[in-house]
């Protein structure tokens, strides 16, 4: 770090070291301003002026708080931080500059460049809501380069998890609409950021707004009407026929984690042997085609076969877990964990308390996406409130008390005393 406390100093003096004179100058400018007295020609060896000599601590230090660090140590933790200010404070100036043509060329550039473009942009289009500015948010979300199909799909999805969770404290609903109406808002927030702890609140408010409209394109209607059919599951209501007419059937070319969303409605809805027999060859032959993208298609059939613990369909699941390791975006993490929690469950059922347990204690919840995470909470503590049961723990009324304020966080009627009573008896 030597190299680059020489490189902040020469920052900090507004000159660069080449010689003696330097040397002396910045010498007489250290005194000035902190009171240290050092000798020029520790500076001359430590600029390669002289016979190079490796500093003292003591002299990193001196020279880190002229810098404005407390010392040489505060210095190298807080480096990289320090480096990147600039790249922030240029964000902000152009957004005070008020001009969506600024902001876009901004976002271009470090998308180019690779420079911090997520976070970014994320930044930008947040303090717009704040603004509750239409027309620069318009601009953002058309601009070709911000498409969904332009960027990576990891990208994609902290994108529309951290924009997304802003929309849990903000409230404007006819900008909301508005936005809605954009396909790239809806590829990139709506249909990424997809808020399980509020599906009968506003995340639900917007699903209906959309049912209401026409000229969507085709994968938007199916995606409502997955989510639609999925309100109505877990609000104890029959599916309207309408919505299930809308769920189209399976198809290769639809998203992984579309296709198994629809392949686990169809699976809850199938009425014979043979229907369910076919959704399953289906999903077999999708596995088989894409098999790197398992992750992705059993995410859906996870979460719903762990709510509403239908036998074939967890029966399924559970049989092609072995196939859930690929690891290589951020993103599966939190689809992994979730994958354990279903993975749980099924331990459980089988009374396989220990392995259970060493699973639970083994997941890295902080991976698991916000907009499932209090729906996932509910499972993980009634899970480990039935291994403390069966284990007769000392912490057993702990793990009560942690279910029933997790239950608390959920409003859906599903979930009632019954549904957990009875949750291993089906």
Not at 86 to 94: F, G, Q, R, S
Not at 127 to 137: C, F, P, S
Not at 374 to 403: C, H, P, T, Y
Request: glycine share 4%; charged share 25%; aromatic share 14%.
């Amino acid at each position: 770090m030597v190299d680059e406390l020489k490189l902040e100093l020469e920052k900090t003096f507004n000159r660069k070291i080449t010689d003696r004179g330097a040397c002396e100058l910045l010498v007489q400018d250290i005194y000035e301003k902190t009171g240290a007295v050092l000798s020029y020609n520790t500076l001359r060896r430590m600029f390669g002026l002289a016979e190079y000599r490796k500093p003292r601590l003591s002299t990193l230090d001196q020279l880190a708080v002229y810098c404005g660090f407390r010392s040489f140590n505060d210095f190298a933790q807080r480096y990289t931080e320090v480096d990147t200010w600039p790249t922030w404070e240029n964000l902000y100036v152009n957004l005070s500059s008020n001009e969506s043509a600024v902001l876009i060329e901004m976002l271009l550039f470090r998308k180019r460049r690779n420079d911090h473009f997520t976070i970014s942009f994320t930044i930008v289009v947040r303090e717009l809501l704040n603004r509750k500015d239409l027309a620069g948010l318009r601009a953002i979300f058309q601009e070709p380069a911000f498409q969904f199909t332009q960027l990576p799909y990891d990208e994609v999805a902290q994108i529309g998890v951290l924009i997304g969770l802003h929309f849990r404290n903000f409230s404007d609903p006819e900008l909301e609409q508005q936005l809605l109406l954009l396909p790239n808002f809806r590829d990139l927030i709506l249909k990424i950021f997809v808020d399980y702890g509020r599906i009968s609140g506003k995340y639900g408010a917007w699903i209906t707004y959309l049912s209401q409209q026409d000229k969507l394109d085709d994968e938007t209607i199916t995606f409502i009407s997955c989510l639609e059919a999925w309100r109505s599951l877990l609000m104890q209501e029959k599916i309207p026929n309408a919505i299930l007419r809308a769920i189209p059937a399976l198809s290769l070319n639809q998203h992984p984690i579309l296709f198994g969303r629809i392949f686990s409605l169809k699976m809850l809805q199938a009425k014979t042997k043979q229907a369910k027999h076919r959704l399953r060859e289906q999903m077999l032959e999708r596995l088989a085609f894409e098999p790197n993208y398992a992750t992705e298609l059993l995410y859906e059939p996870a979460v719903q076969g762990l709510v509403m613990r239908q036998p074939d369909l967890v029966a399924f699941v559970a049989q092609k877990q072995h196939m859930v390791h690929d690891i290589k975006f951020w993103y599966h993490f939190s689809q992994v964990s979730i994958h354990r929690v279903f993975q749980v469950s099924v331990l459980i059922a089988d009374k396989q308390f220990t392995k259970a347990l060493s699973i639970l204690e083994n997941i890295p919840y902080g991976h698991i996406r916000h907009g499932y995470r209090e729906f996932i909470e509910v499972f993980v503590s009634f899970f480990r409130l039935e291994i403390a049961k069966a284990m007769k723990s000392g912490d057993l009324q702990e793990w009560k008390d942690n279910f029933e304020n997790c239950r608390k966080v959920l409003a859906y009627p599903i979930f009632t005393d019954a549904y957990f009573e009875n949750y291993f008896k089906s």
